[in-house]
């Protein structure tokens, strides 16, 4: 078998050793606040998004979920999967200030805090600001808290790396609570579907399993010199995830260098028509993300990835941020436009945009002694 890749991360971004780290998961976050506010909602199928023709679901409850709605979905698919779905309209002013109290919530128990959206972040909780030591009852007690001072569930993951908290917060869903201790993460990792892995799409599942990959542990099996030939620049991470391996740290208030929306399709498209009407959707998603997160950018990409797993991707900037949707909806249009016809089908879109104004700095990463940790 070659060599185990190298490290590529900057040295500050990597863990010193074994971390505490628990990922937070809240649970169907926006359909959840509109049913805790609107409590006739309970227990019903609930889309948050748009209902009109173009619309496109944004969050769904899981009592939509079960007749196969899901984020990203065209409205209109949704409504023809449930019926009786019912669409209410983005509060984002409403769920950032939820977002907000159950951050408070957090920094009660450690400053490592690296927010990923709104509803999800990392904990690292090594060395807790309570002196409570056991990562599983910090994440107990935070689940609590979330409860009873929201009104709303989270599910937890907790184990020694980013990676493996993040598998784990998804195991028990919703309001469950998942441990993977140390020793346990490649064992944990070999019996999950490869979809499971956090970057892997339908389609990459797909010719991982006529690659006769199908498992963690089949994905194990592969050395580093077959993974790089099949998968190009993902391969290192792939090699390390099947392993249980993650190297990064929890950063606390990591600046934002982008917004940005990408998705993989359950089929690939290539007509013209198709390819617009998906990138409409994704402008949707994308600007919506842009809006909650007050981000003003100077350069949009788009990205496409062919199924070959081949990229492509083009940006235009501006010499102002861009300032409307009608704007940033002209220049994703006119660079697919670019790129027109294409020469095979695609697997994946995104949109992203960068070159954002206003960055904070980031905190210093965390440094100091790591023992082998004790999660009970």
């Known amino acids: 078998m070659a060599e185990p890749p190298p490290d590529h991360e900057p040295d500050d971004d990597i863990a010193p050793s074994l971390r505490k780290v628990i990922h937070i998961d809240m649970d169907a976050f926006f359909a959840s606040v509109e049913q805790r506010d609107e409590p006739e909602l309970r227990g019903l199928p609930v889309a948050v998004g748009g209902d009109g023709p173009r619309g496109v679901v944004a969050a769904a409850s899981y009592e939509a979920r079960r007749y196969g709605v899901k984020s990203a979905m065209a409205s209109v698919t949704a409504r023809r999967l449930c019926p009786k779905l019912v669409f209410r ?10 977002s907000r109290q159950i951050r408070e919530v957090f920094l ?6 690296e927010p990923l959206s709104l509803d999800e972040a990392y904990l690292d909780v090594t060395e807790d600001l309570k002196g409570i030591g056991s990562a599983t009852r910090i994440a107990q007690l935070i ?6 001072e929201t009104g709303l569930t989270a599910s937890a993951g907790v184990s020694y790396n980013k990676f493996l908290a993040k598998l784990a917060s998804d195991q028990n869903k919703p309001d469950g609570l998942c441990v993977i201790r140390p020793g346990d993460g490649a064992r ?7 979809r499971r892995f956090h970057g892997i799409g339908p389609r990459g599942a797909e010719k991982m399993a006529q690659l006769g990959i199908e498992t963690g542990a089949d994905l194990a099996a592969q050395d580093i010199d077959f993974l790089r030939r099949q998968f190009g620049s993902q391969a290192d991470y792939l090699y390390r995830a099947a392993r249980g391996i993650d190297l990064r740290r929890v950063k606390a208030n990591r ?5 940005g929306t990408e998705r993989t ?7 013209g028509s198709a390819l617009r009407e998906t990138l409409e959707r994704i402008i949707a998603l994308t600007w919506e993300r842009i809006e909650r997160a007050h981000a003003q950018g100077r350069t949009v990409t788009l990205k496409l990835k062919f199924t070959d797993f081949t990229g492509l991707t083009r940006a235009r900037s501006t010499a102002q941020p861009v300032a409307s949707r009608a704007e940033f909806s002209a220049i994703a249009h006119a660079l697919l436009d670019e790129v027109l016809p294409l020469a095979q089908p695609i697997r994946l879109m995104g949109l992203i945009l960068s ?3 206003g960055e904070e700095e980031a905190t210093p990463p965390a440094t100091g002694p790591d023992a082998q940790l004790s999660l009970l």
Do not use: G, M, N, Q
């Open 355 to 357: 070159h954002l104004d």
């Open 143 to 148: 689940r609590a808290r979330i409860r009873a």
């Open 108 to 113: 009660d128990y450690t400053p490592h805090v």
């Open 255 to 259: 600046p934002r260098k982008s917004v």
């Open 188 to 194: 944990f990792v070999a019996a999950l579907p490869v």
């Open 89 to 98: 309209r983005p509060r984002f002013d409403v769920y950032s200030a939820v």
């Open 265 to 271: 399709f359950e089929r690939d498209i290539s007509a």
